[in-house]
């Protein structure tokens, strides 16, 4: 688990809306998300490939995750877990991927 996510004020609505970002956090932090999103990274994907999408869309309600404000907070979100709890640097912003719910996502490497 990594530090606490502070959301940047332009995320700061939605993360208090019913406890959203507070929730989505937690699922991130989660150790077993983490070694997913680490993976993803490793194999030359964004992070976010790492997300299983239909487990988040069926834990959230689907039409608030699949608001863009609330996938970019889940964007940043991943990269405050990359960056600060886990010692990966941006590699490449905005790299399109195939997923049901981001269409592209930043890709991270260790820091040397």
Same mark, same amino acid.
């Given at each position: 688990?990594?530090?606490?996510?502070?959301?940047? @004020?332009?995320? /700061?609505? +939605?993360?208090?809306? $019913? $406890?959203?970002?507070?929730? =989505?956090? *937690?699922? =991130?932090? #989660?150790?077993?998300?983490?070694?997913? =999103?680490?993976? /993803?990274? $490793?194999?030359?994907?964004?992070?976010?490939?790492?997300? #299983?999408?239909?487990?988040?869309?069926?834990?959230? #309600? *689907?039409? =608030?995750?699949?608001? #863009?404000? +609330?996938?970019?907070?889940?964007?940043?979100?991943?990269?405050?877990?990359?960056?600060?709890? $886990?010692?990966?640097?941006?590699?490449?912003?905005?790299?399109?991927?195939? @997923?049901?719910?981001? @269409?592209?996502?930043?890709?991270? &490497?260790? &820091?040397?």
């Amino acid at each position: 688990m990594t530090q606490e996510y502070i959301p940047a @004020s332009f995320y /700061a609505k +939605v993360y208090k809306a $019913n $406890n959203l970002g507070r929730n =989505l956090w *937690n699922y =991130l932090d #989660d150790p077993t998300i983490i070694a997913k =999103l680490i993976a /993803a990274t $490793n194999a030359g994907n964004p992070a976010v490939a790492g997300i #299983d999408t239909t487990d988040l869309l069926n834990r959230f #309600d *689907n039409h =608030l995750i699949r608001q #863009d404000l +609330v996938k970019k907070m889940i964007g940043d979100m991943v990269g405050h877990i990359m960056m600060v709890g $886990n010692e990966f640097e941006i590699e490449k912003q905005d790299v399109p991927f195939k @997923s049901n719910l981001f @269409s592209k996502g930043t890709c991270y &490497r260790g &820091r040397e």
